[in-house]
C-alpha cells in the first residue's frame, strides 16, 4: 500500500469490499444458471468464496503499513482516553505547556542572540579588531577594550597582511533639519573599508565609495531602511535628493536594507568619517573597528599580524607633544600600557557579558522542566493505579508487556504533543512582550523570534520530556505483575508502602529543585535591593529631568559662542515654573557616554623617566551641575561663569581622588594638578561627593571635573563642549508638558536645534540595572512556576494518600482518634517530604549558586539570610498545601465510610 493509500483507507477498503462483492455475485449468478434458488445460490457462494471480512483484512494486512497503522489506533486510543478525563488532561497539558513554553522562550533568545550568525554574508569571518591594553587603566571603553586612534587605523589598514577589508567607525549623535521640526538621531560615520567588510549593499543607490572619504569631496549619506520608511514613505526617488545633517547639506546616495546595523548599534545615518592623515597622532583611541579575514587566516595570525604593527605604528607618528615621529616618551608611555591585540569574532564581541545571564537563565527554566515532568509523572501514576484491571485485561487478551508500554508511551507523548503546541503559543506571547518591553541593551533583541531551530527544540523537549515521564508508570504499571491486577482486582498493587514511594520521590525531587530556583531568584532579589541602596552621588534621581542637545560647528562656529548659547539654554530653562536649578555636562552619570581619560600630575610629586601617573575620568561640567544632579558640594566652591569665560586655571575634583592624593577633602583646596608636563597648572577650587559614573555595581571612579569651556587637558586648543547633556531638577520631571517646555525653550534660542534623549536620572539608573532587572525578572517566573508546580506535587501525594486511606480513617475515628491526629498524621507526613526535599535543596543550592556569582553584587553566593528565608517559606507554603486534604481527611463520616468498604 501506497501512503496515499493509507491516508484514504476507508475508501480503498470501500473499493476492495465492492469488488469483492461483485466477485461474489458473478458466483452466485453462475449458481442460479446451474438451477439453485437465489438463496441456495447465495449461501453456497458465500462456502466458496469465504468469510468476506476476513478476506478483506488479510488483504489489508498483506498490502498495509502495519505498524503505522498499529500506532495509528494507539494514537487515536490515547486522545479517547485523555478526552474522557478532562480534568487530569487539562492540567497535565498545563503544566507541561507553563514548561515547554517558558523553555522554548529562552531558548529563542539564546538562539537569536547567541546562536545565529550575524546578519552579514559569511560573518564568521567577520572579527573586533580590539586591543588589550591592561596598564591603560579606565581609558579602555566599557567594551573592555582599548579604541584605536586614527594613526592607528591608517597603519593597520594599510600594512596589515590578514584582511581582506578593515574599517571604523563612531556612533554619534547628530541633528537633522529641513524635513519638519529638528530632531536628533543617531548617525554612524564611517572610514573607507567598513561597508565593504561587512559586505552591506544598499538597497537603492550607491554605496559609499573611497572618493566620498575625501575632505572636500561632495557631502553624501546613506539612509537606514527605518529612517527612509518613517521620514520619506519609502519613496525610490529619494536619491539625489538633499537633507541637511549639523546645518551642513547632505546627497542622498542611498537607502540601504532592512535590519542594517553595526555591530550591535541600530542607526539612522550612515556619513563618511573623514579622516585626514595630517595632524594624526598617536592619540586619540576613540575609533571602533571591524576587519574581515582572508579565506584561511586564523584569529592567532591576524592577532600576530597586528601584534608586528603595534611597534610600527608607535615609531611611525608623532605624539601630541612632538611634531615629529619617534617620541621616545610617548613610546614609554604606551609601552606601560602594555597594548597587546586582542582580536575576536564579531558576534562575540556584540554578545558582550551577557551570554553567562542568558545561559542561567536556561539553566533554571530547564529544572522548572524537570519539576514539570515530575509533576506530570506523578499525575500519571495516580492515573495508572485507577487503570491496573484495564492493563490486566488486556495483558489477558494477550497484549505483550511491550505492546502495553508503547501503548502508555504514546499516551504520554500524546501529552506532551499538545503540551508543545499550546507552549508555542505561550512563547510566542512571551517573546513579542519581550522584544516590546525587554531591556533595551540586550543585544540583537529586534531579532529575537521563533524560527525552524526553535521549532526543533520544542519538539525535542516535548518528546524527550514524554519519554522521561511516561516511562517511570509505563515500567513501573506494565510489568510482569500487571495480571495480578485481574487476579486481584487491582488491590494488591495498591497495598503496602511500595506504592507511594515512587511518587514520594517525584515530590522530594521537586521540593528540591524548587528550592534550587527560590534561593536563585532570592539572591538576585537581595542584589537588586544591594543596588537600590547604593550612594549613587546624587539625590532623588526622580526629580532630575535629563536632555541631551548637540550644537555643530557648522551652525555655531565660534567655540565660546557655542558655550553662550547653551548658558542661554540653561537659563531659560531655569526660569521654566516648578524648575530648581539647571546645569550641563559632557556626560551624565550612568548614561554610557564614550569617557575622557588622562593622567593627572599633582605638584610636588614627580615620576620616573618612562613612568606615567595613573588615568583618571575627566568630565567638562558648567557651574550649578552638580546642585542640579544633587550631588553635595563636600569643600570649597562650584564653577562660575566669570572663572570659564575669564579662562582661570581651575578645576573640581572627586572626593575619592581628594584623599587618594592630599590625604582628606580639606587638603586638596587649593592645591595645585595638571595634566601632563607642559599643561599649566590648575587650581583646585572644591570637592564634590563621589558619583559613580561607570555603573551602580562598580566603584565610583576618581574623577577631575574640567570647566565646560575652555583649553582641553590634553592640548593647547580651546574648545567648548558641543554635546551638552543637560539635568534639570524639577518636581514636572518626566511629564510631557514640561519636556513640551523645554523644546520650546531651545527652539527659542536657536531653531535648527533639536532636543534628544529626554529621561529622567531614574531611568538612566534603571538601565544601568537592566541586567540585573532582567536576571530578577526571568529567575523570579521560574522560582514562582516551580514553587506552584512542587506545592501542587505536595498537594497531590497527600490528596490521593487520603482517598486510598478513607476505610482506615473511618475505623480509626470510630475507635476514638481525634480529627486533629488525624491532620497531624496527614500534614506530617506532607512536611516530612518537604524537609527531606529541602534538606537535599540547600546542598545542592550551595553547591549551584556559586555558578551565579558573577551576577550578584553585595550578596554571598551562599547567603544565610536567603538560605534561611527560602526554606521557611517553602515550609510554610507546603503546610497550607498539606492541610487542606488533611482536613477534608478530618471531616470523614466513619459510619458511611466503613459501610462503603
Known amino acids: 500500500m501506497f501512503w496515499r493509500d493509507f491516508l484514504r483507507r476507508d475508501q480503498v477498503d470501500q473499493e476492495w469490499r465492492e469488488e469483492m462483492e461483485s466477485h461474489l455475485q458473478m458466483v452466485t449468478d453462475a449458481l442460479l444458471e446451474q438451477g439453485l434458488t437465489p438463496e441456495e445460490a447465495r449461501s453456497a457462494a458465500l462456502k466458496q468464496v469465504g468469510n468476506l471480512t476476513a478476506r478483506r483484512e488479510e488483504i489489508y494486512r498483506m498490502n498495509g503499513f502495519q505498524w503505522l497503522d498499529s500506532i495509528s ?192 548599534t541600530q542607526t539612522d545615518l550612515v556619513l563618511p568619517l573623514r579622516l585626514e592623515r595630517s595632524g594624526a597622532t598617536l592619540a586619540g583611541f576613540g575609533l571602533y573597528s571591524l576587519a574581515r579575514l582572508k579565506p584561511g587566516v586564523t584569529m592567532e ?77 506523578n499525575l500519571l501514576l495516580v492515573r495508572m493505579e485507577a487503570r491496573q484491571q484495564e492493563l490486566a485485561v488486556r495483558a489477558a487478551l494477550g497484549a505483550g508487556w511491550g505492546r502495553i508500554v508503547r501503548q502508555l508511551l504514546i499516551e504520554s507523548l500524546v501529552l506532551c504533543g499538545v503540551g508543545g503546541a499550546l507552549g508555542l503559543g505561550i512563547a510566542s506571547m512571551a517573546l513579542e512582550l519581550l522584544v516590546r518591553h525587554g531591556p533595551s541593551n540586550l543585544p540583537r533583541l529586534s531579532e529575537v523570534g521563533l524560527d525552524a531551530r526553535a521549532m526543533a527544540f520544542t519538539a525535542t523537549v516535548a518528546v524527550v520530556s514524554g519519554l522521561i515521564f511516561g516511562l517511570i508508570p509505563a515500567l513501573r504499571y506494565a510489568g510482569p505483575r500487571v495480571a495480578y491486577g485481574l487476579r486481584d482486582g487491582g488491590r494488591t498493587m495498591s497495598h503496602g508502602r511500595n506504592r507511594y514511594r515512587v511518587r514520594n520521590t517525584l515530590v522530594v525531587v521537586q521540593v528540591s529543585l524548587a528550592l534550587v530556583l527560590l534561593i536563585s531568584s532570592g539572591l538576585m532579589i537581595r542584589t537588586f535591593q544591594a543596588m537600590r541602596r547604593v550612594d549613587l552621588g546624587f539625590t532623588r534621581p526622580d526629580g532630575v529631568q535629563t536632555f541631551r542637545v548637540y550644537v555643530p560647528r557648522e551652525l555655531v562656529p565660534a567655540e565660546e559662542e557655542a558655550t ?57 561640567v558648567s557651574p550649578g551641575f552638580f546642585r542640579s544632579l544633587g550631588t553635595r558640594l563636600k569643600a570649597g566652591r562650584d564653577f562660575t561663569w566669570a572663572d570659564i569665560y575669564g579662562a582661570r586655571q581651575v578645576v573640581l575634583v572627586s572626593e575619592g581622588l581628594a584623599r587618594e592624593m592630599w590625604g582628606s577633602v580639606e587638603g586638596a583646596i587649593g592645591q595645585r594638578v595638571r595634566s601632563t608636563d607642559i599643561r599649566p597648572w590648575r587650581e583646585v577650587i572644591g570637592v564634590v561627593e563621589d558619583v559613580r559614573h561607570r555603573g551602580v555595581q562598580e566603584p565610583a571612579p576618581t574623577v577631575v571635573y574640567w570647566p565646560i569651556f575652555g583649553e582641553l587637558a590634553y592640548a593647547p586648543i580651546t574648545a567648548a563642549t558641543r554635546s551638552a547633556s543637560f539635568s534639570v531638577r524639577t518636581e514636572r520631571a518626566g511629564t510631557g508638558a514640561l519636556l513640551n517646555d523645554i523644546r520650546q525653550v531651545v527652539s527659542s534660542v536657536n531653531a535648527a536645534l533639536a532636543v534628544a534623549n529626554p529621561e529622567t536620572m531614574r531611568e538612566t539608573v534603571d538601565l544601568s540595572m537592566a541586567r540585573t532587572s532582567f536576571t530578577l525578572v526571568m529567575l523570579g517566573i521560574a522560582g514562582a512556576m516551580a514553587l506552584l508546580l512542587g506545592l501542587i506535587g505536595i498537594y497531590g501525594v497527600i490528596a490521593y494518600a487520603v482517598s486510598q486511606r478513607n476505610r482506615e480513617i473511618g475505623i480509626r475515628l470510630a475507635l476514638g482518634a481525634q480529627a486533629r491526629d488525624v491532620r497531624r498524621m496527614f500534614v506530617s507526613q506532607g512536611v516530612g517530604l518537604c524537609g527531606i526535599g529541602i534538606a537535599i535543596g540547600l546542598v545542592a543550592a550551595a553547591a549551584l549558586t556559586r555558578v551565579m556569582k558573577s551576577l550578584l553584587f553585595g550578596v554571598a553566593p551562599v547567603d544565610p539570610v536567603t538560605f534561611a528565608a527560602m526554606p521557611a517559606a517553602l515550609l510554610l507554603a507546603a503546610l497550607a498545601a498539606c492541610y487542606v486534604p488533611a482536613r477534608r481527611a478530618s471531616r470523614v463520616d466513619p459510619v458511611e465510610c466503613i459501610r462503603a468498604e
Open 301 to 377: 595570525q591576524a592577532n600576530a599580524d597586528i601584534g608586528r604593527l603595534i611597534p610600527v605604528w608607535m615609531r611611525s607618528w608623532p605624539s601630541i607633544d612632538n611634531e615629529k615621529p619617534g617620541d621616545a616618551l610617548a613610546e614609554s608611555v604606551y609601552r606601560a600600557w602594555r597594548i597587546t591585540p586582542n582580536i575576536r569574532p564579531l558576534r562575540e564581541s556584540v554578545v558582550g557579558n551577557v551570554r553567562g545571564v542568558l545561559w542561567v537563565v536556561m539553566g533554571t527554566l530547564g529544572l522548572v522542566m524537570l519539576i514539570a515532568c515530575a509533576n506530570v509523572a
Open 564 to 620: 553662550r548659547l547653551e548658558q542661554a539654554i540653561a537659563e531659560k530653562v531655569a526660569a521654566i515654573p516648578g524648575v530648581t536649578s539647571v546645569g550641563f555636562a559632557s556626560a551624565l552619570p550612568l548614561d554610557g557616554a564614550p569617557p575622557n581619560w588622562n593622567g593627572v600630575l599633582k605638584q610636588g610629586q614627580s615620576y620616573a623617566q618612562g613612568s606615567s601617573p595613573p588615568m583618571r575620568l575627566f568630565l567638562n
Open 73 to 264: 489506533g494507539d494514537v487515536r486510543y490515547a486522545v479517547r482516553g485523555l478526552r474522557n478525563h478532562p480534568s487530569f488532561t487539562v492540567v497535565a497539558v498545563l503544566t507541561l505547556a507553563l514548561g515547554i513554553g517558558a523553555n522554548t522562550a529562552i531558548f529563542s533568545v539564546i538562539n537569536s542572540v547567541l546562536l545565529k550568525p550575524l546578519a552579514y554574508p559569511h560573518s564568521e569571518a567577520l572579527v573586533d579588531l580590539a586591543l588589550a591594553a591592561p596598564g591603560a587603566g579606565g581609558i579602555v571603553s566599557s567594551r573592555g577594550s582599548l579604541g584605536l586612534s586614527t594613526s592607528m587605523y591608517f597603519t593597520f589598514a594599510e600594512q596589515n597582511r590578514s584582511f581582506e577589508a578593515m574599517g571604523v567607525w563612531i556612533p554619534r549623535p547628530v541633528t537633522v533639519t529641513g524635513l519638519a521640526e529638528p530632531e536628533q538621531v543617531i548617525a554612524s560615520l564611517v572610514s573607507d573599508g567598513m561597508l565593504q567588510a561587512l559586505g552591506v549593499e544598499p538597497e537603492i543607490g550607491r554605496p559609499l565609495g573611497a572618493a566620498d572619504q575625501v575632505p572636500g569631496s561632495n557631502e553624501v549619506a546613506l539612509l537606514s531602511h527605518g529612517y527612509w520608511q518613517r521620514r520619506f514613505g519609502g519613496d525610490r526617488s529619494v536619491i539625489g535628493r538633499k537633507i541637511v545633517v549639523d546645518a551642513r547639506p547632505r546627497e542622498i546616495a542611498g537607502v540601504l536594507p532592512a535590519g542594517f546595523r553595526i555591530a550591535d
